[in-house]
């Protein structure tokens, strides 16, 4: 998870800052109404999370076995913490044990059911912890574990190949096999590539290195564009982002069809679309290259507020809101990234965000999902979400697009 939403400190640090206070006196009367009612809810959400944290500083599921080793859901919970000031002194040691078991947790360096998302989420705490000794010994391990998952040339991969210059969900670094799409294991997918690639960033790896510069390869594979100069096929090439070029069940809108030329190709949808704008921007892109802007248009054409856009196949309907908050949380770090405010048609996609991610919390402060696919049903899964996407949605209300963002993950 890439967090890039509310500073900490210096300038607008929190509602006591004084660039914050002058800021909200020139804001619309229900605009500063709306930004109250969200530093309501992430303290709730803030309440909620830390009243969860085991001893250890450790997140555990109460729902899910494989979720309460802590190695899954520490790196996700205590990222955003960090960023609820609103959760006062709490907030702020708790996010201090999470880290601080992270650390020990690179130390130990165990096996990890989730190996791409926690070394890549858990590398962003040397980055928020002010770059202490242990906090960059700990970064350098967990970006070591990232570097090791790539399907890159040093472990055989050819740029060829589907998977090149990505990352996917194998626990172990992935030599490639005589035959790569033999058997399952061997897909990269966008959302594991995003984590990745955002590790990396702001981990101070350069664009040119060559596991930024390789994921060029995926992404082109997975963005629905002609990128030949040709002809864009009607029905395929609309500038969003499927999840991989070879995993039909990864892929939840489900098969577009064959193209002209024969390919398979997957459908458009919301969150492997705003991984795949954010990923172009971390691997160089600017924001003005026809890549970002087609992505850029999918996006502000299809948004529908917190709820999970794309032209899903009927059979595939049920997986749509099973990704509504991860979706919030990556399309509102994309909006941010590319400095959209209004969209085409004249509203503000960060009221309407908010709105909707306000109506959807539920009295404890935690956001559930009642679709299980992505495990959002889990408030451990979706509260993190959800609550960095209304913070980050509330820095947008309040600050200008040109406002100084702080320095994390490379975003």
Same mark, same amino acid.
């Given at each position: 998870?890439?967090?890039?939403?509310?500073?900490?400190?210096?300038?607008? /640090?929190?509602?006591?800052?004084?660039?914050?206070?002058?800021?909200?006196?020139?804001?619309?009367?229900?605009?500063?109404?709306?930004?109250?009612?969200?530093?309501?809810?992430?303290?709730?959400?803030?309440?909620?999370?830390?009243?969860?944290?085991?001893?250890?500083?450790?997140?555990?599921?109460?729902?899910?076995?494989?979720?309460?080793?802590?190695?899954?859901?520490?790196?996700?919970?205590?990222?955003?913490?960090?960023?609820?000031?609103?959760?006062?002194?709490?907030?702020?040691?708790?996010?201090?044990?999470?880290?601080?078991?992270?650390?020990?947790?690179?130390?130990?360096?165990?096996?990890?059911?989730?190996?791409?998302?926690?070394?890549?989420?858990?590398?962003?705490?040397?980055?928020?912890?002010?770059?202490?000794?242990?906090?960059?010994?700990?970064?350098?391990?967990?970006?070591?574990?990232?570097?090791?998952?790539?399907?890159?040339?040093?472990?055989?991969?050819?740029?060829?190949?589907?998977?090149?210059?990505?990352?996917?969900?194998?626990?172990?670094?992935?030599?490639?096999?005589?035959?790569?799409?033999?058997?399952?294991?061997?897909?990269?997918?966008?959302?594991?590539?995003?984590?990745?690639?955002?590790?990396?960033?702001?981990?101070?790896?350069?664009?040119?290195?060559?596991?930024?510069?390789?994921?060029?390869?995926?992404?082109?594979?997975?963005?629905?564009?002609?990128?030949?100069?040709?002809?864009?096929?009607?029905?395929?090439?609309?500038?969003?982002?499927?999840?991989?070029?070879?995993?039909?069940?990864?892929?939840?809108?489900?098969?577009?069809?064959?193209?002209?030329?024969?390919?398979?190709?997957?459908?458009?949808?919301?969150?492997?679309?705003?991984?795949?704008?954010?990923?172009?921007?971390?691997?160089?892109?600017?924001?003005?290259?026809?890549?970002?802007?087609?992505?850029?248009?999918?996006?502000?054409?299809?948004?529908?507020?917190?709820?999970?856009?794309?032209?899903?196949?009927?059979?595939?309907?049920?997986?749509?809101?099973?990704?509504?908050?991860?979706?919030?949380?990556?399309?509102?770090?994309?909006?941010?990234?590319?400095?959209?405010?209004?969209?085409?048609?004249?509203?503000?996609?960060?009221?309407?965000?908010?709105?909707?991610?306000?109506?959807?919390?539920?009295?404890?402060?935690?956001?559930?999902?009642?679709?299980?696919?992505?495990?959002?049903?889990?408030?451990?899964?979706?509260?993190?979400?959800?609550? /960095?996407?209304?913070?980050?949605?509330?820095?947008?209300?309040?600050?200008?697009?040109?406002?100084?963002?702080?320095? /994390?993950?490379?975003?």
């Amino acid at each position: 998870m890439s967090v890039s939403f509310q500073p900490r400190s210096g300038r607008g /640090a929190g509602p006591a800052g004084a660039v914050l206070l002058g800021l909200l006196a020139i804001t619309a009367p229900a605009q500063t109404s709306l930004v109250a009612e969200i530093d309501g809810a992430l303290a709730r959400a803030a309440g909620f999370l830390t009243a969860r944290q085991s001893e250890d500083g450790a997140w555990r599921s109460s729902h899910y076995g494989f979720f309460r080793d802590g190695t899954a859901l520490t790196p996700l919970a205590a990222n955003t913490v960090y960023f609820l000031g609103q959760g006062g002194p709490a907030a702020r040691e708790a996010w201090q044990r999470g880290a601080g078991f992270l650390a020990r947790l690179a130390d130990a360096d165990p096996p990890l059911d989730y190996p791409v998302y926690t070394s890549a989420m858990a590398s962003w705490c040397g980055v928020l912890g002010g770059r202490t000794p242990e906090g960059l010994r700990a970064q350098e391990a967990w970006l070591k574990r990232v570097r090791a998952l790539r399907f890159g040339s040093e472990l055989g991969w050819h740029s060829s190949d589907a998977a090149f210059g990505g990352w996917g969900y194998v626990v172990n670094p992935p030599r490639r096999p005589s035959d790569p799409g033999a058997g399952p294991g061997y897909q990269a997918n966008m959302s594991a590539t995003l984590f990745s690639l955002a590790a990396l960033r702001s981990g101070g790896v350069p664009e040119q290195d060559p596991a930024v510069r390789d994921a060029l390869f995926f992404l082109d594979r997975t963005q629905n564009l002609d990128a030949t100069g040709g002809v864009a096929q009607a029905g395929f090439d609309d500038g969003g982002f499927c999840f991989s070029p070879d995993d039909d069940a990864g892929n939840k809108a489900g098969p577009a069809g064959a193209d002209a030329t024969g390919r398979l190709r997957f459908r458009s949808y919301g969150s492997a679309t705003a991984d795949g704008a954010r990923a172009l921007l971390l691997c160089g892109l600017p924001p003005d290259h026809p890549r970002v802007v087609a992505a850029r248009r999918w996006l502000e054409t299809h948004f529908r507020g917190g709820f999970h856009p794309g032209d899903f196949a009927a059979d595939r309907e049920v997986l749509r809101a099973a990704h509504d908050f991860y979706y919030a949380w990556t399309v509102a770090h994309a909006f941010h990234a590319l400095k959209v405010r209004a969209l085409p048609d004249g509203s503000d996609w960060a009221e309407r965000l908010a709105r909707d991610l306000l109506a959807r919390q539920e009295p404890d402060g935690a956001w559930r999902n009642r679709f299980t696919d992505a495990r959002e049903d889990d408030p451990l899964v979706a509260t993190p979400f959800a609550a /960095a996407a209304l913070a980050l949605c509330r820095r947008t209300l309040v600050f200008p697009p040109d406002f100084p963002r702080p320095v /994390a993950h490379g975003l």
